[in-house]
């Protein structure tokens, strides 16, 4: 899809527009590895949640993302993803916008597998990679997990959308972040305006960062603040392009630590881009790096699996 921007300043110059041509399409080239950056928690957290409505789902507030298209834009989305996706009427733009403003519902299916399956997150190294709105994150600090770090394709979606809910989520209103094993339900969102009450302590065993996993691994790997591999990996419906697999199972072999493990949540397959379970599965074989093991399959509409990824 074309990537258009409006630009005031464009001249209509045959040569200046086959220059602006050529841009653009090294531009598209760079797309797939568009730069890694960690975004810093604002001090003054009402700004984090400042314009935003907030609902519940499961126990944990997300913000609204119809509130978020209608208020998001110029120097909120940088980016332009939010009116991109309204614009083409599409939740997936390969290259710009990667699907992390929506909540997918493979998300859902590995809350209930934590539960079910009382996955132990305390005192552990998490990372939600492709986290869109970052519950499986938020899960994992209710859990008490010592660190988590949160992961998407946009900036947009981390400033407007992960972070608000990590600091909805956390913010103290009359209980704190604990555990949450007692969180299933199948209650419809209810509506719960929130205020920033004061910057909490679980916020500080957060970061968040934008960018290609490729990129983002490096940051994390050659920063002066170089982390610890994580101990838990946990990601959803991040695989349904096949050209994207390669650098996920890079990142995963460079991230996770040798005794950690992967729980990844997607559909069997995707119509479409072409991608699903088995081909990553089959993937994963071939690369002879990691040994998987699907621990939960779901017959409901389309299927969908969650796998475990160990090293071997």
Known sequence: KSREAADPAADSSPKLAAAKHQDEAASKKKLCVKAAKEHSIPEDLNKVLENKVTETVLDLSYVKLSVVEMTCSGDADSEG??????SSHSDLIPGVYEGGLKIWECTFDLMDYFSEAEVEFTNKTVLDLGCGAGLLGIVALRGEAARVHFQDYNSTVIDQITLPNVVANCISEGRRM?????????????????????????????RFFSGEWSQVSQLLLDSNKPCSKYDIIVTSETIYNPDYYSALHDTLAQLLDRNGCVYLASKVHYFGVGGGIYLFEKFIEEKNVFRTRMVKTIDQGLQRCIMEITFK
Do not use: H, Q
């Open 81 to 86: 993803i939010v009116s991109k996706s309204v």
């Open 178 to 206: 604990g555990s949450g094993k007692d969180t299933k339900a199948s209650k419809p969102p209810s509506k719960r305006p929130r205020k920033a009450a004061g910057s909490p302590d679980v916020l500080n065993r957060c």
